[in-house]
């Protein structure tokens, strides 16, 4: 599916988060312990669980996704495509054989699916030119594994019991508690305008991208075990051409404010984001940045104030900082 009515930029992301007293992303394989690299100490999340709490956030605001749950739980992939079939029946009054679909509802699934305009998807749709287990849209947006920032450790497990009641008797289960004491987590991503092409992404979703990566963790962060997240940083840098600069965290560190230690820090006062040599690559790529949309979270205070650098340079980066609104939860 194309869609040339709006021109998508190739585009990079950094994605900045902490967690506090919680666990960012438990390990089935460890007693559900946070993810971590143990040589260096950094907290691991996946991509996977970033984008759940997108999606999640993206459905309460009533839009249709893929990837979808019920009762908490993800939907089976073929009941959920005979599912929006029989919607796409009462919309447009036309079959749909769902081992050979047709080009039409092939759109009409991307045109209704922001999830798979954003992030892609497989789907169990056989037959046409299409060979194995089904139809595969490769996501514009896509981000690799998080990392901390800072060195973390892991808070001691306490087991925790739960009781249910079953004919009559009651029967407990016991596990353990696993959590960071503090994690500040980087992300970084990028959007292909190339596949944003393929799956019709629009500049529309990319707003609504935006304000989910700001506001989906404070809303869909709210279980037992990962109360304690709050988004920190937001900057997406688009390009007007050339090759994507690479993971931009390299660019950005933390540096203890005085009094405090970098290998046990427990709160973000502790702290500040240096991005001295992220705005000396800006600056390098000036020519080709076509705009840098900012949010930051009043709490994160920066290394020598570079952010007020970003916004009053007069020679090459004051025109192109877009400033994203803060949203009080």
Not at 17 to 36: F, Q, V
Not at 111 to 120: A, M, N
Request: proline share 3%; net charge neutral.
């Amino acid at each position: 599916m194309e869609n040339n009515s709006q021109k998508i930029l190739d585009s990079e992301i950094i994605f900045l988060y902490d967690a506090k007293m919680c666990n960012p992303n438990g390990d089935p394989d460890e007693e559900n312990k946070p993810r971590m690299d143990y040589i260096t100490n950094r907290n691991l999340v996946s991509d996977v669980r970033l984008k759940r709490y997108l999606r999640d956030y993206l459905q309460s605001k009533g839009w249709e996704i893929w990837i979808s749950k019920l009762d908490d739980e993800i939907v089976d992939a073929t009941q959920r495509l005979k599912a929006l079939a029989e919607k796409y029946k009462i919309e447009t009054s036309k079959e749909v054989e769902i081992k050979k679909p047709d080009k039409d509802f092939i759109n009409w699934l991307l045109q209704h699916l922001i999830d798979v305009r954003l992030f892609g998807a497989t789907m169990p749709i056989k037959g046409g030119e299409e060979r194995g287990g089904g139809v595969n849209f490769t996501g514009p947006v896509q981000f690799a594994w998080g990392y901390s920032l800072n060195p973390v450790e892991i808070v001691p497990s306490s087991s925790i019991t739960s009781t249910f009641a079953g004919r009559g008797e009651e029967y407990g289960t016991i596990g353990k508690d696993w959590r960071v004491y503090y994690s500040f987590i980087a992300f970084y991503g990028i959007i292909s305008s190339k596949r944003a092409r393929k799956t019709g992404l629009s500049l529309n979703d990319i707003k609504k991208l935006d304000n989910a990566l700001i506001e989906a963790i404070s809303s869909e962060a709210t279980t037992r075990s990962k109360l304690g997240q709050t988004p920190r940083l937001l900057l997406r840098v688009e390009y007007k051409e050339g090759t994507y600069i690479g993971d931009l965290r390299r660019y950005i560190s933390l540096k203890a404010k005085n009094g405090f230690n970098l290998e046990s820090i427990r709160d973000i006062n502790e702290f500040e984001l240096n991005i001295d040599e992220l705005y000396k690559i800006f600056e390098s790529n000036s020519e080709r940045i076509n705009s840098i949309y900012l949010w930051i979270h009043p709490e994160l205070s920066i290394a020598k104030d570079k952010l007020k650098e970003f916004k009053d340079d007069e020679k090459k980066l004051k025109d192109k900082i877009v400033l994203l609104p803060h949203k009080e939860k």
